[in-house]
């Protein structure tokens, strides 16, 4: 079904079974079942070490040996091992959308969730997509935790600790090879330099030459932008290295600095998309059943002309002070991030006509005609005489290059009582300033490749289309907690934060830039400027705006047996507002709105009439209010643990990412949704049955509902977008000893299944489109919505004291599924994102 390529041989499936065979031949001699007390596991998601049954919320808990047993190396292993999450990657690496219970991040705005790294907040949202190396624990706390986080933390929280140097050598090496050409090594190494100094050192990397490959790499125009003889039709390849350093020093018996630093590069593949489209009406007239797909069953065959890239560098510096008053314990850090993120690849304008009288799309279309393209698209002798979609083997559809680089830095102080009193509180100071640079580009496709910046006039890959600006955000807040025994079994607890954040925008689009293809203001002039806000004056004026947000939380626990807790929570969430690129606005009223809604004045569905897509170059704040009560158990000495919850969730101006594409080029824009309701259901359990073999489930039920939507009012009673209908997981850890060897057979088998998933507010309805224009009547778009997928992932193998020796896959069933598919309601179709498909390795550990 899919354009993929495989490595063969040692990995392909049969060889797994000698293994499988050796599994079954241990199990001679089973051990007796054990009666030793499991410790209890303690986290820190409110900013102190307590009991996870302390907690007045939901927390999934990764140890250490769960970690490993499942092979966690990236953020989307241990989303995938926690019911109520879910995490889309698909454009690129930095591009990371995660939803928790229905809240969803929005792509060019903010995180829905807070990460915590050692104890230091993380603010850039590429910063969650990396190589996890040297892993001590995981906890995922879900529900708003701005009172404790601030901003940003509207869903949840990821809080991920590494494990410290000791005071003697140790250090670890682990390797893996794959299908795919895929090869992962990593290590780490630490130890004291003296009585008072520890250090550390990691290292990581990844190479992969990726699922897919480009099917159309031996024309004259592809061959231009594949010259590597090693990897000539990949599509989603990814290589990526990270070095880290790590050092403790005790300054005296009570206090501590910890100060890391970590340099990483990425080079990848990016926008592995296909277009689908959605039209129903020439499937009617008897067109290609393809006009009207539904995204389930698209062939996935990729064939663009430019190879695609995206390029990641990153920097991080941090130091953390821990000092023991003695009454109370003082906690200080800072941190300074640099990440900068930029791609390549084909464009998506070959439709709308704009380049077809330029020599060069004349010339690639007649050379490439009755090339077999996904079907509707077809190439005929010109481009008047063909159809196109996006990301074809042609020049028409020009280029895109998109610029994501931050720099922020940030501090904390905060003191907190001891644990073992009554009252218990903690109080604090936030300081973050960030400075953010973004660029959406489409330029002429001269056979030079994409030109690897903003904006560039010469006869190289010449701009035709920019949105280009500066963020600049101050953050400051205030925060404290207090926590109160009632009585012996009641905790009542509060937390309360204010946050401010002053924003501005600055415009760095050349105001004398100029295109010679795309009319930018519709007044048919020939040359226009290249951003559609400069139509109306000389220049862009600068914006600055503040959003400021007091989130409280308040919670209750109680111990209702000695085995049993019950808890209850109401908190606010707070996401900060912004501003879009500058021009957005401009871009869709002209070529949307006026356009295409206003010649079509009809009805969308359910008789609402088709209204204007009212967006706008600046996006409100979020707030949420959320409840949740639950409980929370454990019995026969730790071994089994069990939760449950229930929680309603109601949400102001959902923040929202729109994909548009039109006779403009491309165009990103965050929205808002007026109001959506969330509620849901969710329950986990963790058994450990014997000394060999742990079982553990869980599962996730939400339901959405958007009340209102003042930017597509017709969408009103639909869900909200990137949230499954339900998620969950199953699973088994297996640990048998070979009786008289002194080594361990393992097995881990992890299932993770991901219910029905809408990505858009469009839904069961029907939208003018662009095409509507030239009477292929309106988009629906029914068939966008993703059906529900299970994955397994599967390692087994052996174990001595220092050494491990595992085979493993991924998606071992090979299960077809979409990673993401981005509606285009104007467009008349869907940007669709292929799922993974199976992988089979073999992966060698070594500790000492």
Not at 51 to 72: F, H, N, Q, Y
Not at 164 to 188: F, R
Not at 700 to 709: A, P, R, V
Not at 823 to 831: D, K, N
């Amino acid at each position: 079904m899919f354009s993929r390529h495989r490595s063969p041989g040692v990995f392909a499936r049969p060889w797994l079974r000698p293994l499988a065979v050796a599994g079954l031949a241990v199990m001679a001699t089973a051990p007796a079942l054990a009666a030793d007390t499991i410790d209890e596991i303690v986290v820190t998601v409110r900013q102190r070490a307590e009991s996870v049954k302390d907690v007045p919320g939901s927390v999934d808990v990764l140890t250490s040996k769960a970690i490993e047993d499942a092979g966690v190396e990236r953020a989307r292993d241990f989303i995938a091992l926690t019911p109520g999450v879910s995490i889309v990657n698909a454009a690129e690496v930095a591009d990371s959308q995660v939803n928790i219970r229905g809240i969803n991040g929005a792509r060019d705005a903010e995180t829905n969730y807070a990460l915590v790294i050692d104890g230091i907040l993380m603010t850039n949202p590429a910063a969650l997509n990396r190589e996890y190396t040297n892993l001590q624990q995981i906890e995922v706390l879900k529900g708003p935790q701005g009172a404790i986080y601030g901003r940003n933390a509207a869903a949840g929280a990821f809080v991920i600790t590494t494990k410290k140097p000791g005071d003697t050598l140790s250090g670890n090496v682990k390797a893996s090879a794959a299908q795919d050409d895929t090869y992962v090594l990593s290590g780490n190494v630490g130890g004291p330099l003296s009585d008072s100094l520890r250090w550390s050192l990691e290292a990581d990397y990844r190479d992969s030459n990726g699922y897919y490959k480009n099917k159309d790499t031996g024309n004259t125009y592809s061959r231009e932008y594949y010259p590597d003889p090693g990897c000539d039709d990949c599509v989603d390849f990814f290589e990526g290295w990270d070095v880290a350093g790590r050092l403790i020093w005790d300054l005296n018996a009570d206090a501590s600095l910890d100060t890391k630093i970590r340099y990483g590069e990425v080079d990848a593949g990016s926008i592995s998309f296909n277009s689908v489209f959605q039209l129903p009406v020439p499937v009617q007239f008897g067109f290609d059943k393809a006009f009207y797909e539904n995204v389930n069953d698209h062939p996935f065959g990729f064939n663009p002309n430019v190879k695609p890239y995206n390029d990641q560098q990153s920097f991080e510096l941090s130091s953390k002070l821990d000092y023991d008053l003695g009454w109370a314990d003082l906690t200080a850090w800072g941190l300074y991030s640099d990440i900068d993120n930029d791609l390549g690849s084909e464009g998506t304008s070959g439709a709308f006509g704009f380049f077809w009288g330029e020599a060069r799309c004349q010339a690639s279309t007649a050379a490439l005609q009755g090339f077999p393209v996904n079907p509707p698209q077809a190439i005929g002798p010109t481009p008047a005489t063909s159809i196109f979609g996006a990301y074809t083997p042609t020049t028409c559809d020009g280029t895109q290059y998109q610029q994501r680089d931050q720099k922020d830095y940030s501090f904390e102080v905060r003191l907190a009582s001891k644990s073992d009193q009554r009252l218990r509180w903690l109080g604090g100071l936030y300081y973050l300033n960030i400075d953010r640079e973004v660029a959406v580009n489409t330029g002429l496709d001269t056979g030079t490749g994409v030109a690897k910046t903003a904006y560039t006039a010469g006869p190289d890959n010449p701009t035709q289309q920019l949105l280009h600006d500066q963020f600049k955000t101050d953050v400051y807040a205030v925060f404290g907690q207090l926590a109160y025994d009632v009585t012996d079994t009641i905790e009542a607890s509060l937390a309360l934060r204010y946050d401010r954040e002053e924003r501005e925008v600055h415009n760095k689009v050349p105001t004398g830039a100029t295109t010679s293809y795309i009319d930018t203001c519709l007044d048919g002039a020939g040359i226009d400027p290249i951003n559609p806000g400069l139509c109306g004056g000389a220049s862009i004026p600068d914006k600055d705006k503040t959003f400021e947000q007091l989130e409280p939380k308040l919670a209750v626990t109680w111990d209702a047996s000695e085995a049993i807790t019950g808890f209850a929570s109401i908190g606010v969430g707070f996401k900060s507002g912004g501003f879009n690129s500058q021009g957005s606005k401009a871009t869709i009223d002209a070529f949307i709105n006026n356009a295409v809604v206003a010649a079509f004045p009809g009805f969308c569905g359910d008789n609402s009439p088709c209204t204007p897509v009212n967006i706008a170059d600046d996006y409100k704040k979020e707030t949420s209010v959320a409840f949740e009560i639950g409980a929370k158990g454990t019995w026969l000495d730790n071994r089994l643990r069990a939760n449950a919850a229930y929680y309603y969730t109601t949400v102001d101006d959902m923040q929202f990412f729109e994909f548009y594409v039109g006779p403009f080029g491309l165009l990103r824009v965050v929205s808002n949704i007026d109001e959506v309701n969330l509620y849901g259901v969710e329950a986990s359990v963790n058994w450990i049955a014997t000394d060999w073999l742990e079982l553990y489930a869980g599962a996730n039920i939400t339901h959405s509902n958007i009340e209102q939507n003042s930017v597509r009012p017709d969408t009103v009673g639909n869900e909200s977008p990137y949230t499954p209908d339900w998620t969950g997981n199953l699973g088994a850890r297996f640990t048998w000893p070979i009786a008289g060897s002194g080594l361990d057979f393992i097995a881990n088998v992890d299932v993770r299944a991901v219910g029905d998933t809408w990505f858009h507010t469009v839904q069961d309805q029907s939208r003018p489109t662009l095409f509507s224009l030239f009477g292929f009547g309106y988009g629906q778009y029914a068939p966008t919505e993703r059906d529900a997928y299970t994955l397994v992932d599967a390692r087994i193998g052996v174990q001595g004291e220092h050494w491990s020796l595992v085979a493993f896959g991924k998606n071992v069933f090979d299960e077809d599924y979409i990673e993401e598919a981005i509606p285009a309601p104007e467009f008349g179709g869907t940007f669709t994102h292929v799922g993974t498909q199976s992988r089979f390795g073999l992966e060698a550990t070594y500790k000492f």
